[in-house]
């Protein structure tokens, strides 16, 4: 089975940081995925991590370590329009989502 | 971009209705899925296809079923719905088989039973 887990909320300033950790045991891995979802819309993709390391896509990177079965979301420069649930997802056949953590940005 | 449509945001139906969930995806994709959406839970999935005519249960298949006769199309049925089945009910597709493709998530049905 798959025991994903990250925190249920966060909170940060307008133009900050937040870094969201994501820890998962599962029986088998494939890669990891982050998703970000908007109050009552489709979760969209954002990233996708399969070797360790650092990815960056602009103000958004996504990191994975399949050793210590972690990973975080590293938000940049927040925007108003970041707020929003932010979900982990590891994949070994199929997707298996973690509960989400809720970003609120604050001016 | 990638489509993919639910037939309906909201939906009221009654404890003991059969109960059809449409979804549809324009982008020729072989991989559908159902998931269910609660607070405090994540999304879960329900059944998955990997072809026409093709499904594989997922991590909380009971008291429902799928039906997928095309490729475009991936139904979710409820059978005898249930107070419990009261949820946000998402589809998504992804290109093929390959461990890294991305999921593309319609907008959701959010199903009340009473």
């Known amino acids: 089975g798959q025991n994903i887990d990250q925190p249920t909320e966060m909170t940060a300033t307008e133009g900050a940081i937040v870094q969201i950790n994501c820890t998962y045991q599962t029986s088998g891995f494939n890669g990891l995925f982050w998703y970000q979802q908007h109050a009552g819309e489709a979760p969209t993709f954002l990233s996708y991590n399969v070797l360790d390391g650092l990815e960056e896509k602009g103000r958004f990177s996504s990191f994975l370590s399949r050793s210590k079965g972690y990973s975080y979301l590293l938000l940049k420069e927040l925007q108003m329009k970041d707020s929003a649930s932010y979900l982990c997802a590891v994949t070994d056949y199929k997707l298996s989502f973690g509960a989400g953590t809720t970003v609120t940005v604050r001016a | 971009d990638v489509k993919v449509t639910q037939s309906s945001r909201y939906l009221v139906k009654r404890t003991g209705e059969k109960v059809f969930l449409e979804c549809v995806q324009d982008?020729?994709?072989?991989?559908m899925f159902w998931y269910r959406q609660d607070p405090g839970l994540g999304l879960r999935l329900i059944y998955f296809?990997?072809?026409?005519?093709?499904?594989e249960k997922g991590d909380i298949p009971e008291g429902y079923s799928v039906s997928r006769e095309k490729k475009e199309r991936f139904s979710l049925i409820l059978e005898s719905a249930s107070t419990n089945q009261t949820s946000m009910y998402l589809c998504?597709?992804?290109?093929?088989?390959?461990?890294?493709?991305?999921?593309?998530f319609g907008d959701g049905t959010r199903l009340s039973i009473l």
């Open positions: 296809s990997y072809d026409v005519k093709m499904k």
């Open positions: 998504a597709s992804s290109l093929t088989q390959g461990e890294n493709q991305p999921q593309h």
């Open positions: 982008m020729d994709h072989e991989n």
